[in-house]
């Protein structure tokens, strides 16, 4: 199975931040790479796919990037609504695996 | 507007089994997947498995495998997680969630249902 770290484990962060998250796959996965953001008692939410684009509606604020083994998330302004659980997930190959989540907190 | 919406809570013993639904509304089903993700009280994400409705293939997570089946109606846009031998480590939030069939992204997710198991 594919392993994914990510780092930090969590952050604090003001508003108007700039935040980037970074996760890493234990073998090459192309750009098979999405990101989920997921506030407290809710479901996640999808915002990235294939690395680096955006799923509709999802604010031009997120940004994703890198293939291979390396990937980051980059929140351009951090908002009080972007305060969440951060999660990587691979869907190179089965079984879909996911990271450990990012926990993004207010400084 | 694509949802998933998913069964209620469900309260089971130990050893028992469990069948959750997730009725998908809006969009084509033939292009898509349905995953199902169990998320444990305080944890991160746990994929668990997948189906491809059109092709009636499911494709399991190891960690799963002899307990977990994944169905689906094509019919009525449904798909089920049954899980069986249940523990008290089985206590999470299962949700399920659209993949992409040709890409294999997630994109809409269910609301999640709590199992709780307990004697």
């Known amino acids: 199975d594919i392993q994914m770290t990510q780092s930090p484990s969590s952050l604090s962060a003001s508003v108007g931040d700039r935040v980037t998250i970074t996760c890493r796959a234990s073998q090459h996965i192309s750009n098979f790479l999405a990101w989920f953001q997921q506030k407290p008692g809710k479901a996640p939410k999808s915002l990235i796919y294939e690395a680096s684009s955006l799923h509709s509606g999802v604010p031009s604020k997120f940004s994703g990037s890198g293939s291979g083994r390396n990937f980051t998330l980059t929140i351009s302004s951090l908002q009080p609504e972007d305060f969440a659980i951060y999660y990587c997930?691979?869907?190179?190959?089965?079984?879909?695996?996911f990271g450990p989540g990012t926990k993004v907190d207010i400084k | 507007q694509v949802q998933l919406v998913q069964s209620g809570a469900e309260v089971k013993n130990p050893g028992s089994s469990v069948k959750v639904s997730c009725q998908a509304y809006g969009g084509t089903s033939r292009n898509f997947g349905v995953a199902w993700v169990r998320q444990a009280p305080g944890q991160g994400l746990e994929w668990m498995g997948r189906?491809?409705?059109?092709?009636?293939?499911?494709n399991y997570a190891q960690n799963f495998q002899g307990r977990l089946t994944i169905t689906a109606d094509k019919a009525t846009g449904t798909a089920y997680m049954e899980l069986s031998g249940l523990r008290s480590e089985d206590t999470a939030l299962y949700y399920c969630a659209r993949e992409s069939r040709l890409y294999g992204y997630i994109d809409y997710w269910g609301q999640g249902t709590l199992v709780t198991v307990s004697s």
């Open positions: 189906i491809l409705p059109i092709l009636d293939m499911a």
């Open positions: 997930q691979q869907y190179n190959s089965y079984p879909r695996t």
